[in-house]
């Protein structure tokens, strides 16, 4: 799977990786992430995407976004637009797949390895051109949810799958306490 000597890149995908750890019951503690990506080659970067909304007075999300800036990630976010749906739930419109594209294909020539963690089959295409380049493609997401979070194209399309549920003895520690009421009514979409 891995090689001492090759370099590494980390492209998460943070919404995605969310709710595939959210849907088998862990959070991620990124700090074990990084270690343990580390020991598996020569990490150049870890990149993690994410969509904030700038007009709330307290974002759930600010403090994980401060913590991965000052401990080794690449930070690429973007104001998130907020709107109402037809049935009044606060919904949040924050897609990063073209941040994600564009920095994975910059960075292309100088890594033999890319690890995308996302199920998003959007993906396909990027890790296809990527392996055109030479660069070989570790995907991490889950089969195990109920329904499974990555896509079969994507999947298939990866040199490597990496089931995230197997790398919960690795990098999970047990979900926080619950999210108050008015955290749990946002919910982002990939529209």
């Not at 994410?50 to 976004?65: C, F, G, K, M, Q």
Request: glycine share 6%.
């Amino acid at each position: 799977m891995f090689y001492k000597d090759e370099r590494l890149a980390l492209f998460i995908d943070g919404s995605n990786l969310y709710a595939a750890a959210k849907s088998l019951g862990f959070d991620i503690d990124y700090k074990l992430l990084r270690q343990e990506f580390m020991r598996r080659g020569k990490m150049l970067r870890a990149f993690y995407y994410t969509a904030l909304l700038e007009n709330d007075e307290y974002s759930p999300i600010r403090p994980l976004v401060d913590w991965l800036h000052y401990n080794g990630f690449t930070m690429v976010t973007k104001p998130a637009k907020e709107y109402t749906d037809s049935q009044g739930r606060r919904k949040v419109k924050g897609n990063m797949d073209i941040e994600l594209a564009v920095d994975a294909m910059e960075l292309a020539p100088h890594v033999d390895h890319v690890v995308l963690f996302s199920g998003d089959g959007d993906f396909r295409p990027l890790v296809e051109s990527l392996q055109r380049q030479g660069v070989r493609v570790s995907v991490v997401s889950t089969i195990r949810s109920q329904p499974p979070m990555i896509s079969d194209e994507l999947r298939r399309q990866a040199d490597n799958f990496i089931e995230l549920d197997g790398l919960r003895e690795v990098i999970g520690r047990p979900p926080r306490d619950p999210m108050p009421e008015r955290d749990r009514e946002v919910e982002y979409s990939e529209e």
